[in-house]
Each structure stands twice: as C-alpha cells, then as structure tokens.
C-alpha cells in the first residue's frame, strides 16, 4: 500500500471491495492429481519446498544442493527424503529470502493458512514443522477442502499434447464440483529441440490415429487433441517458445519444412522457422475451436546442461533474455491479427519491451492481450511497473488480469493478494492526482481482480 496517507486510504477502500473475490486462476502449473486423488499432503517439505523452483534456485545459489532439498535426481541416486530435515535445512536459510516476492508469499501462508506467527529461523524449524504436519493430517487440509477455503472459482492446469489427463477424468467422474480445467501445452511436439521429438510425434500419431508423417496428417493430430483438451474444460493453449518468432509460410513451404524435420534433415534455422510457424498454426487453429493462446518467450530453457541431465527440465534454470515483438510477431499478426474472435495473450520477461513494443501492439490489434508481469518480475515492483509502463498506451482493458502461474498451490491466495494490493495501490494514484474519478477505481478494482480474467479465458 502507498506510504502516503491520502493514497493509502484510497487503496484500502479499493482492496476492501475485492480481497474477498473468488479466485480465477487461467493459468498455472499445480499437480491435477491432488484434486483427483484429494490426499493428504504428504509432509510440510513436500508440500511447500519440493515442488517450488523459486525456493530451491536461490538455495542452490548460496551452495546448497538440491538433492538435500529432496530434489529428484534423474540416475535414481540419493537425495533426502526426511521431510523435517529438508524443512530444517529451508528455516536455516530463510534469511536469503528477505526482499524477494517467495518471503511475502511464504509468510502469508505460514501466517494466514497455518496460523504461525513467530519468524521461521533454525530455532522455529522444529515447532512450525510440528504444526504444519498436524494440520496437514485434517480433512480441511487437503486438497479440495483448500480448493474451497482459497475460494477458487476455477483453476487451470497445463498439460502436454500426449497427456491422457486421466487425472483431469477422474475429478470429472468422482462428481466434485470444484472447476480445474486443463490447457494444451504441445511444446514437445512443436519443438524440433525438445528431447525424443520424432518419438513424440510417432505417439501423437498412435493416440490420434492421424498420419503425423504428413503435414497434413500432423495438423489434423493436433486438431483432435485440441479438441480433447477442450471435451476436458481447456480454453487455453500454451507455448513457451525461446523467442517469439512466428512465420507465415504457403501450405506447400510449410508442408515442404515439415517434410525436412520430419525426416531429420532439418537444421537450426529449420528448427527456428518451423516453431514460428506453428505459432501462427495455433493461432489459426484457435479461431476454429475458441482456445485463448497464450505465448510465454524469452526464456533461455535448461541454461545448464549439467543440471538438466541430473533433475531434468523445471529446476530454476531458466533464464530470461532480450525478446523482440515487434518483427517477431508481425507474421502472425498479418494473417490473423485483425480478427476480432482471436485472443492472442503475451507475456515477456523482458520488461524493456513494455513500453516500447507490447502495449503499442495490444493497443491497436484486436486479437492482442498483455498478459501480466510474468515469473521473474511477478513481485510488487515487479507488477508496479507493469502498469506504469503498460497503461497509459494500451489500457487497462487490452490487459487479462492477474495469473499467478505457479506449482506451490498454498501460495495461490497470497499471490492473488498481492495483485490486488499492488492494482489498488496504483488506482488510488490515479485517483489522488485526479487522472481518475474514484467510481471508475472501484469499477477497475474488480476488473483487475476477477473479471477480465474470467472474459479474457473465458471462463
């Protein structure tokens, strides 16, 4: 909230009217399982330190390895598995999250969903680690009860092309009422670089009986796993993409790329060229069946390759870098840009790009949507110059809302809490220096908050 006095009482009046909105998460990475299964979790590490990069990373940055955080290791060799030493080793250290975004999200949830209020040191470790446990051991702790007492209103997952979402199935058939949808994330078969590519696409093919030998037959597999996506609640897809180049080919250029990756005779630059223009693929697939698509580039995948052969993909080492929009996203936009059923959602690590080239564009083309300050800058002053650099180009509503984006499903609230202080925060400003008349706050409060998420996904 605003140090000013004036400002702050603003804000506070703005916040009062949507800090209890139901939750819309449109996307996000938490584990279907828990709600199929609906479980106990299994301790308060793996609950709250295992499944979280932004933890481990700046562990690891300090020299603490990952397998003593209960990090799996890919050769199957140790790593800790006694959920309190893990949880002892996080208190030891938590001192190296002072200033970030984790240390407000894991105090609110220590604070708010445990009810812990003395600070997490090597001297806490044991008794919060005690408290945890025990509520975890209650029906309201798990999985669906927290669903309801976060006050979701729908969630969604993201799985890849070849996922059976047999997990989305069973919370279909255990007749819950809780809305998880998924969203199709086809990265391992779009990506000629993503590991056991012609693997997967021989599997695409199996599962869909399409031809995914043939331009046309692989086409054809992604429509009918689109399609399945959607039988499960999808309204999104998703594509984390190195950049964000999109292309425009002819059928038979294309058919004729796809020929040469196909056959493994494809170079770098036919890689480059064949993930740009499966942008532009999706983008016109998505005007048939009403799939939002979501483009995440500009971050350098698995930067270390010792890392990625011994945990595998998701271990914090991924880094952002320099993305262009501008020509990038030009071919894309030339063949559906104008289409005003398309909604196309961008995100950029790359805050230098803010200004300079995604609010111009999300201010003019009708199918363009700024997603929110993603990942690395999802922080107060990360958010904060989201809207100072965004909005007085491209509007508040050529924007979709807050996406928390995250595995950790206990710090859902406290991400969706700190959005809606930082939006109100910036609204009250706007109020205090009359650019903004304050029924026009509180009508963009709640926009912020919960309806142009829900619009823009539709959900």
Not at 71 to 100: C, K, P, S
Not at 297 to 308: A, E, I, Q, T, Y
Not at 364 to 386: I, N
Request: with cysteine; net charge negative.
């Amino acid at each position: 909230m605003p140090p000013e006095p004036g400002v702050r009482s603003i804000a506070r009046a703005l916040y009062r009217t949507v800090s209890n909105l139901p939750i819309i998460s449109p996307h996000g990475h938490t584990d279907p399982r828990w709600y199929a299964l609906d479980e106990p979790f299994p301790d308060p590490a793996q609950l709250l330190i295992v499944p979280d990069h932004y933890i481990f990373r700046m562990l690891f940055s300090q020299g603490i390895a990952l397998e003593d955080l209960g990090v799996r290791r890919l050769d199957g060799a140790e790593t800790e598995t006694d959920g309190r030493r893990i949880w002892q080793l996080f208190a030891e250290n938590y001192h190296l999250f002072r200033g970030t975004p984790t240390r407000l999200w894991m105090d609110y949830v220590l604070s708010s969903l445990f009810h812990i209020e003395e600070p997490l040191n090597a001297e806490t470790a044991d008794s919060s680690y005690d408290r945890i446990a025990e509520k975890l051991r209650q029906p309201e702790y798990r999985p669906r009860a927290l669903f309801k007492r976060f006050n979701i209103e729908a969630i969604a997952t993201t799985e890849g092309a070849l996922d059976d979402l047999r997990w989305h199935r069973m919370i279909r058939e255990s007749g819950w009422d809780g809305r998880v949808v998924t969203a199709y994330r086809p990265d391992a078969v779009v990506d000629p670089d993503f590991e056991g590519f012609s693997a997967n696409l021989d599997q695409l093919g199996e599962i869909t009986g399409e031809d995914t030998g043939t331009w046309a037959g692989y086409l054809a597999a992604h429509r009918k796993r689109r399609d399945y996506f959607k039988s499960f609640g999808a309204t999104s897809s998703d594509h984390g993409h190195a950049t964000a180049d999109t292309a425009n080919l002819s059928a038979a250029e294309a058919a004729a790329l796809f020929d040469r990756i196909r056959s493994g005779r494809g170079d770098a630059g036919d890689h480059r060229q064949f993930r740009a223009q499966m942008l532009t693929e999706m983008a016109k697939m998505s005007l048939d069946d009403g799939l939002v698509l979501q483009i995440h580039p500009g971050s350098w995948r698995n930067h270390s390759p010792s890392m990625l052969s011994r945990h595998g993909r998701d271990m914090g080492f991924d880094i952002p870098t320099r993305t262009d929009y501008v020509g990038a996203l030009k071919p894309l936009l030339d063949a559906v840009g104008l289409e005003r059923d398309l909604t196309v959602v961008v995100f950029t690590l790359d805050e230098t790009s803010y200004a300079r080239e995604l609010a111009p564009l999300a201010g003019v083309y009708p199918a363009l949507r700024l997603g929110p300050a993603w990942w690395f800058h999802d922080s107060p002053e990360g958010m904060r110059r989201f809207r100072e650099m965004t909005t007085e180009t491209a509007g508040f509503y050529n924007t979709v809302g807050f996406n928390d984006d995250t595995r950790a499903f206990p710090s859902i609230p406290a991400r969706h809490d700190i959005a809606r202080r930082v939006d109100c925060a910036f609204l009250a400003r706007l109020v205090a220096e009359h650019r903004l008349r304050e029924e026009e706050a509180f009508d963009l409060a709640r926009e912020l908050a919960y309806t142009l998420a829900k619009k823009a996904y539709r959900l």
